[in-house]
């Protein structure tokens, strides 16, 4: 009996918490010169903002009404030097989900690029 429990407890604490948080953090950072630097994100009414960034780090904390069904962040820049490279970092109650998104700037000192969606 005394076996099962350890087994049992074991069990438990290998399950991934369930995460059913509506709350989520983006976190960007990097090094981009260029003059035109975008986020674009969910708002938490289900809109979508564009905001200027203009400097490195940029965080965002959003709680998400009950009926958003998904939230997105993406962002672009502009006018950069070739090679620079943004990081896109989401968390969803305090846990990071999936890989950071990496953004480098092209030939032309631009990108553009988003992280999955969360889906609630």
Known sequence: ???????????????????????????????????????????????TANDPVASLPWTKEITYATNVAAAIVAISGNGGVAGQKVTIVVKRGGSQVGVPIDAVADASGSFSKSAPAIVF
């Open 1 to 47: 009996m005394v076996v099962a429990v350890f087994v049992a407890c074991k069990k438990n604490s290998d399950k991934k918490p369930d995460n059913n948080s509506r709350t989520v953090r983006y976190e960007i950072t990097g090094a981009f010169s260029g003059p035109t630097l975008m986020v674009s994100y969910t708002t938490a009414t289900g809109g």
